[in-house]
C-alpha cells in the first residue's frame, strides 16, 4: 500500500505550531527506502514499508574524572603591534588633525559679518554694563553723601568786584540796601533800598577809608559829618568789614565748628541751571562753641555773624551755588541777612565825589567871605 510522502520539515512545524499530527492509518510518515531510486521519488512511487526508529543511545555515565580537553600546542599568542599610518606624499587617506579640523569648521560656521556682529554686541553689552556701573556708582555717592556740610576749603572763582542786597537790624548792624565792594582796594558804594528806612541815602567812598553821603535832596558831605543823614557810619563800616571776605562756607562754617558744633537740619536745592542754589539749613551750638575754644569763638563773632548770641542752637541758613560760593545768609535771631547779587574779578572804580564836595566847600566858603564884607 502506497502512501503519501510528507517531508520532515512539515511534521516538525506541525509539531512546534502545536497541531496535531495526522495518524491516519498509511499516512503516516514513510521515509523513501534505500533502494528507492531518484526516478522514483519523481514519479511518487514509495515502498509501503516504514523506516525503522535508532538504536537508542547508551546513557551517558558521570563520573568524578575530569574532562577531558582537547590537545592545544603550547605556541605563544602573537604580539599585537600598534604602528601608527604614516602620511606618504600625495596620498588621499591623510586626514587632517583635531586642530585643524575644528579651526576649518570654525571659519565656515562663523564667517567675518557674523563676528563682527558678535563683536558688536558684546560691545554695546560692554558699554552698557559701563554706563550702569557709572550712574550706580554716582546714585551711591549721592546717596552717602546726603545731609552732609558743604566741603570745607572749596576752591571758588576769583572774586573781586561783588554786589550785595544787605538787609540787617537791630541787634545787627542797621543797614538796608544795595551795597557794591572792591574786595582788594575796599572802595564800596552803598545806595538805599526804596521803601526801607534808609531811601534816598547814597554813601561811597572810594579807598575804603574816607567816605562821603549825601541824601536824596542834599549835596555830598564827609560821612563824620552824616549824623542826621539816617545810617550810622559804624554801622555801613561793619557791614563791609563782615562781608567783604565771605567767599565760600569757611566765612560760617569755620573749622574748630565743625567739629560737632554744627547740627544740619535740612539740604535742599533751589533753582535750576546758572541759577541752582544748594540751600543748608543749620543750628550752631555756640554756647558749647564758646565755652571750648574761647578765642574762635571771638573770631567767629569778629568775622563771621555780627551779634551773634550763645545759645545750644543757632538757626542758621546759607546758600551755596554751583560754584561753591557762599551767596546768602540769613540769621533770624540776630536779624542778620545779605544776598550776593552779582561777582566778578574785574575790579570796582566808584564815583570820587572829592571833586564836587571841594567845589561846594569853595563856594561855601567865598559866599561866607562875601556876607562878611558886606556887613558894614
Known amino acids: 500500500m502506497q502512501g503519501r510522502y510528507r517531508p520532515r520539515w512539515i511534521w516538525h512545524d506541525r509539531e512546534m505550531q502545536g497541531g496535531e499530527v495526522d495518524q491516519t492509518p498509511g499516512e503516516g510518515r514513510p521515509a523513501p527506502s534505500a533502494s528507492s531510486s531518484p526516478s ?37 599568542p602573537t604580539a599585537i603591534t600598534t604602528t601608527g599610518v604614516q602620511p606618504e606624499d600625495g596620498a588621499s587617506t591623510w586626514y587632517r588633525s583635531d586642530q585643524a579640523r575644528y579651526k576649518s569648521v570654525h571659519r565656515r560656521a562663523n564667517p567675518w ?6 563683536g558688536i554686541v558684546a560691545l554695546t553689552f560692554i558699554s552698557a554694563l559701563g554706563a550702569g556701573l557709572y550712574f550706580g556708582a554716582r546714585l551711591i555717592q549721592d546717596y552717602l553723601e546726603r545731609d552732609k556740610l558743604p566741603s570745607p576749603g572749596a576752591e571758588v572763582p ?12 537791630t541787634p545787627a548792624p542797621d543797614v538796608d540796601g544795595t551795597l557794591t565792594i572792591d574786595a582788594t582796594s575796599r572802595a564800596f558804594e552803598f545806595v538805599g533800598r526804596n521803601g526801607g528806612p534808609q531811601t534816598g541815602i547814597h554813601v561811597v567812598s572810594p579807598d575804603g577809608s574816607t567816605s562821603c553821603v549825601r541824601g536824596s535832596q542834599g549835596g555830598w558831605a564827609l560821612m563824620t559829618e552824616a549824623g542826621t543823614a539816617g545810617i550810622d557810619p559804624q554801622d555801613l563800616l561793619l557791614v ?11 566765612a560760617i562754617l569755620t573749622n574748630r565748628l565743625r567739629r560737632g558744633y554744627v547740627d544740619l537740619t535740612e539740604q535742599a536745592i533751589e533753582g535750576t541751571g546758572l541759577n541752582q542754589r544748594t540751600r543748608y539749613e543749620l543750628e550752631l551750638d555756640t554756647l558749647e562753641f564758646s565755652v571750648d ?16 548770641q550763645k545759645t545750644s542752637a543757632l538757626p542758621v541758613i546759607i546758600w551755596l551755588d554751583a560754584d561753591q560760593v557762599l ?49 558894614p
Open 327 to 375: 551767596v546768602r545768609v540769613r540769621d533770624e535771631q540776630t536779624n542778620w541777612s545779605w544776598e550776593r547779587l552779582t561777582y566778578s574779578g574785574e575790579s570796582f572804580t566808584p564815583i570820587d565825589p572829592a571833586s564836587t564836595l571841594l567845589e561846594d566847600t569853595t563856594g561855601a566858603a567865598v559866599a561866607a567871605s562875601d556876607t562878611t564884607a558886606e556887613q
Open 113 to 118: 559679518y557674523r563676528r563682527l556682529g558678535r
Open 158 to 169: 576769583e572774586i573781586r568786584r561783588t554786589s550785595f542786597q544787605v538787609r540787617s537790624s
Open 40 to 76: 522514483s521519488l519523481s514519479t511518487g512511487s514509495f515502498s509501503s514499508t516504514p523506516t525503522p526508529p535508532p538504536p537508542p543511545q547508551p546513557a551517558k555515565s558521570f563520573s568524578n574524572s575530569p574532562p577531558v580537553l582537547p590537545s592545544r600546542s603550547d605556541e605563544q
Open 293 to 308: 575754644y574761647p578765642l574762635q569763638w571771638q573770631d567767629f563773632q569778629s568775622g563771621a555773624i555780627p551779634g551773634v
Open 240 to 250: 563791609v568789614r563782615y562781608i567783604s571776605n565771605d567767599k565760600n562756607s569757611d
